[in-house]
């Protein structure tokens, strides 16, 4: 099945055969894991891919076992004729799109559980979330056997568990993390934006604003963290977010920092009317 040429695999067979397809000519390939409604975000993990390997293939897939019950499976935004008109522009060669069915067919009974970076900010505000990630994203490696795989930094904790799950695992596949990609005004690039109001979406970039300023305040002065980050909290909550964290973390292995020494990671969740954002920063540190 192809579109122009962009080729569309719905069975993880016709994913093996254009692989193998590839390997058999010595050419690398790359994977972008997606839930669709693509966006620049994930079209920069696409372009990341051409930079390392000559075939890439996105996969789109609303994995339901990393939404709880309330959680927004059944609203998330679906576009797939747009989807694959994006990654055909980008130069996508095959958009792997398996059914629910295929992925967790009657009787599937596995999850993986990856500990440490699993632990607190989103692991604790959604008690399964990375349980449903590191299970998809285990079986969607294992199914493509890429050389890499692409994830995005917006998504910080999501990619240092992908890169643990890896390692512990030993799936042979280097996970590349990429920068996320900014609307002008600072608010990161989400498929979920498009649930915002108009009024929302004035608000939202005060997320970055917060995490740009708190930054700034923890470079000066590296004992300030528990009060540089109730600040941010205040602010976050008069700009009308409800906060469900804003933390600082060591960069390598998620752990809370009380003081800013060495590589760390400023998180924040909070939510705008029924909107979650998530974004994280970079904090350079000196150790
Ligand atoms: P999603 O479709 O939201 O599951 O995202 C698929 C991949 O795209 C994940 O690795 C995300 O981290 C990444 N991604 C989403 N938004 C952005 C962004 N604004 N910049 C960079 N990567 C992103």
């Known amino acids: 099945m192809a579109t122009g040429d962009l080729a569309v695999a ?69 576009s797939e004729a747009a989807d694959l008109a994006a990654f055909g522009t980008a130069g996508v060669d095959l958009v792997f799109i398996p059914t629910v069915d295929a992925m967790y067919p009657p009787g599937f009974a596995t999850s993986i559980e990856v500990g440490g970076v699993s632990e607190g900010l989103d692991g604790a505000h959604r008690p399964g979330h990375f349980a449903g990630v590191a299970t998809v994203v285990a079986k969607l490696l294992l199914q493509c056997l890429p050389d890499a795989a692409y994830f995005g930094e917006k998504d910080y904790q999501q990619l240092m568990v992908v890169r643990r799950l890896a390692r512990d695992l030993d799936i042979p596949v280097r996970i590349e993390g990429v920068a996320t990609v900014r609307e002008t005004d600072g608010l990161a690039l989400s498929s979920r ?38 600040r941010g909290i205040t602010r976050l909550r008069a700009g009308g977010f409800a906060v469900d964290y804003l933390e600082l973390r060591d960069a390598a292995d998620l752990t809370p920092m009380a003081r800013l020494a060495g590589p760390a990671r400023l998180l924040a969740a909070a939510r705008i009317g029924r909107t979650r954002l998530i974004d994280n920063i970079q904090v350079a540190g000196r150790s």
């Open 10 to 78: 719905r069975s993880v067979d016709a994913l093996r055969q254009a692989v193998a397809s590839w390997r058999a000519r010595r050419e690398r390939v790359g994977l972008v894991p997606t839930m669709g409604a693509i966006h620049a975000g994930h079209l920069a993990l696409v372009h990341a891919a051409h930079g390392g390997c000559e075939r890439v293939v996105a996969s789109l897939f609303v994995n339901p076992k990393q939404f709880a019950p309330t959680e927004d499976f059944a609203a998330y935004p679906r």
């Open 193 to 230: 934006n498009a649930y915002l109001s108009p009024a929302e979406r004035r608000t939202a970039p005060l997320l970055y604003r917060v995490l740009c300023d708190s930054a700034a305040a923890l470079a000066q002065d590296p004992d300030s963290v528990a009060a540089t980050l109730e």
